[in-house]
T-cell receptor, first 110, second 110 residues
Framework: GQNIDQPTEMTATEGAIVQINCTYQ??????LFWYQQHAGEAPTFLSY????GLEEKGRFSSFLSRSKGYSYLLLKELQMKDSASYLC???????????FGAGTRLFVKA | SQTIHQWPATLVQPVGSPLSLECTVE??????LYWYRQAAGRGLQLLFY??????ISSEVPQNLSASRPQDRQFILSSKKLLLSDSGFYLC?????????FGQGTRLTVV
């Protein structure tokens, strides 16, 4: 089976850095996604990791450790518009099933 | 570029009525297609996925069914809606390294 765990909520200050962690247990791992979802909207794709290491895209970076079943999303220079839910999702071998965690609600305060 | 269309955006249906939500993808062939449901304040629950025409895998036994009559068309249906079917329904397609969502359908069963 598959299980994705991430914190329910986090609060951070504008301009700061925040790290959102995700742990997963899956039978046959084939990549991990991060999405951003604003209230009432569909999720938007942020990153995909299948190999160990850090992938950087502007203010957002994503890290994966396959041996530890662990990933994190790093957001730098936080802006108020970054207040959203961040969803971690694991894909299994074969690339067909993608299972989502419950999401982490990030609140950015001034 | 690939686009995904999902309609309607909102829907209010009485208990016991039928349901049909449609999703179409443009700009790609033989996509993996998915239907997810999201309850208020919760993560995404995988309902169905399809790797080709007529090929449907069901993840959660329930009051819903899915069909894929054409390569880039994915339909979610119900013969008789229940109150518990209310939620935010999202269609998605994925490539090897990305996944994109439709705008979502907010279904309220009354």
């Amino acid at each position: 089976g598959q299980n994705i765990d991430q914190p329910t909520e986090m609060t951070a200050t504008e301009g700061a850095i925040v790290q959102i962690n995700c742990t997963y247990q899956t039978s046959g791992f084939n990549g991990l996604f991060w999405y951003q979802q604003h209230a009432g909207e569909a999720p938007t794709f942020l990153s995909y990791n299948v190999l160990d290491g850090l992938e950087e895209k502007g203010r957002f970076s994503s890290f994966l450790s396959r041996s530890k079943g662990y990933s994190y999303l790093l957001l730098k220079e936080l802006q108020m518009k970054d207040s959203a839910s961040y969803l971690c999702a694991g894909r299994n071998t074969g690339g067909f099933k993608t299972i989502f965690g419950a999401g982490t609600r990030l609140f950015v305060k001034a | 570029s690939q686009t995904i269309h999902q309609w309607p955006a909102t829907l209010v249906q009485p208990v016991g009525s039928p349901l049909s939500l449609e999703c179409t993808v443009e700009g790609t062939s033989n996509p993996n297609l998915y239907w997810y449901r999201q309850a208020a304040g919760r993560g995404l629950q995988l309902l169905f996925y399809s790797v080709g025409i007529g090929q449907i895998s069901s993840e959660v036994p329930q009051n819903l069914s899915a069909s894929r009559p054409q390569d880039r068309q994915f339909i979610l249906s119900s013969k008789k809606l229940l109150l518990s079917d209310s939620g935010f329904y999202l269609c998605a397609w994925s490539s090897d390294t990305e996944a994109f969502f439709g705008q979502g359908t907010r279904l309220t069963v009354v």
